[in-house]
T-cell receptor, first 112, second 111 residues
């Protein structure tokens, strides 16, 4: 049972463009939504995270937008750079639990 | 990699043999996790630990066992390796259970 659905599977963006990756969840008890970035041959690294008390969180060129009523959240990468080329995973966890449920990942390629 | 090491980093083994992967942390985090990563499946939780000798199953625990006798070490054992267990295995640690930090991974091939 996939509780976090991520799209698209792959994304190609030109340098300077905006990359947008979307995730949808089913369980309204989820209250923590992180994004991870993974480069080839490396472990996933925590990039940015949001809780449902805010609709947006920005860190540098990375922004999470959160829509509680639609049960969706997305990652926006502004001014995308070739160095952003990686696989991105969204995840979610329920309050009072200690486990993350991951999406299936999006492979982002940014071309010069 | 947030004070996490995994060993070995690469292993090739034969079907039916037991295999043990080790995760070692220097952060004194309470929670430790084992995931497997396969194309099209993202990261799937195998087992996790919420303290010394306290472990629980994840969504893909069949064929795997774990042990945690010290805060810093979390062992994953494949009791009798099968080709379907060919994967990349990641260990993660967390202070709270929410923010998780991953190790560099172990690539396991079962022939």
């Amino acid at each position: 049972q996939q509780q976090v659905k991520q799209s698209p599977q792959s994304l190609i963006v030109q340098k300077g463009g905006i990359s947008i990756i979307n995730c949808a969840y089913e369980n309204t008890a989820f209250d923590y939504f992180p994004w991870y970035q993974q480069f080839p041959g490396k472990g996933p690294a925590l990039l940015i995270a949001i809780r449902p008390d805010v609709s947006e969180k920005k860190e540098g060129r990375f922004t999470i937008s959160f829509n509680k009523s639609a049960k969706q959240f997305s990652l926006h990468i502004m001014d995308s750079q070739p160095g952003d080329s990686a696989t991105y995973f969204c995840a979610a966890s329920r309050r009072n639990t200690d486990k993350l449920i991951f999406g299936t990942g999006t492979r982002l390629q940014v071309f010069p | 990699d947030a004070g996490i090491t995994q060993s070995p980093r690469h292993k090739v083994t034969e079907t039916g043999t037991p295999v043990t992967l080790r995760c070692h942390q220097t952060e004194n985090h309470r929670y430790m996790y084992w995931y497997r990563q396969d194309p099209g499946h993202g990261l799937r939780l195998i087992h996790y630990s919420y303290g010394v000798k306290d472990t629980d199953k994840g969504e893909v625990s069949d064929g795997y066992s774990v042990s945690r006798s010290k805060t810093e070490d979390f062992l994953l054992t494949l009791e009798s390796a099968t080709s379907s267990q060919t994967s990349v295995y990641f260990c993660a640690i967390s202070m709270t259970g929410a923010e998780q930090y991953f190790g560099p991974g172990t690539r396991l091939t079962v022939t």
